[in-house]
């Protein structure tokens, strides 16, 4: 069994690579986006692939990895939750880049938006970039209603670092718990806790875990495990 870090030894990883090392935020991103999108295009090459931001740094990678997806040669369309407007920080900033690029966006404006289903419906992979680690309570709308279509579709379902409403169901905070169903996990940094346990895999599938270039002497001092 690999070993694995918490979500918070996750987050202090950001924290000292961006106030210690001077790393950039944008260039974390960069890096776990692009190092995902090029293991989902090896995986599904010139696949049609659905992209579910959310408003955080999630979100913000998902943005990242469908610009890459798109060099890729796959075809790409986003589904958001919110506008760039509506966003601040790095995600903001590759959310502006992707509407810039006049990639295919359908934002979310309720639950039940016919185009949800429509661009479920024509994807053949679904990539989760909804909800990370900072999300611990139990998924409400328009969440609980994308993932729950995502679940029903045909399509093979990714996660980026943990399928959204993940942490609440491991954590069992509530009985009702809806999860995305993963057939495959792509984690940052390493295997997150729980990831391991015997039941897990019912939601994460396949876990892999994508490297976002901080450097390996922070790895170590912070005592992350590394492959």
């Given at each position: 069994m690999p070993q694995t870090i918490t979500f918070e030894q996750s987050r202090r990883v950001d924290?000292?690579?961006l106030e210690q090392y001077g790393m950039d935020g944008l260039v974390l991103m960069e890096n776990a986006g692009s190092s995902a999108a090029r293991r989902i295009a090896q995986l599904h090459p010139g696949a049609s692939v659905l992209v579910l931001c959310g408003k955080g740094?999630?979100?913000g990678d998902g943005y990242v990895?469908?610009?890459h997806l798109q060099l890729l040669r796959c075809d790409v369309h986003l589904l958001a939750t919110a506008t760039p407007d509506e966003l601040s920080g790095d995600a903001a900033v590759n959310a502006r880049i992707a509407a810039r690029s006049e990639?295919?966006?359908t934002f979310?404006?309720?639950a039940d938006d016919p185009d949800i289903q429509a661009a479920m419906d024509a994807a053949d992979v679904i990539v989760d970039c909804l909800l990370g680690t900072g999300v611990s309570g139990s998924l409400r709308s328009p969440?609980?209603?994308i993932v729950a279509l995502a679940n029903a579709a045909a399509a093979v379902r990714i996660a980026i670092d943990v399928p959204t409403g993940w942490p609440?169901?491991?954590a069992e905070t509530s009985i009702d718990a809806i999860a995305f169903v993963a057939d495959r996990t792509l984690t940052f940094v390493a295997v997150k806790e729980g990831m391991n346990e015997s039941d897990a895999d019912r939601w994460t599938g396949v876990v892999e875990v994508i490297g976002i270039g901080v450097p390996k002497k922070l790895l170590d001092d912070l005592e992350i495990?590394?492959?």
């Open positions: 924290q000292v690579a740094n999630n979100g990895i469908a610009r990639m295919p966006i979310v404006k309720s969440f609980q209603d609440a169901v491991q495990p590394t492959a």
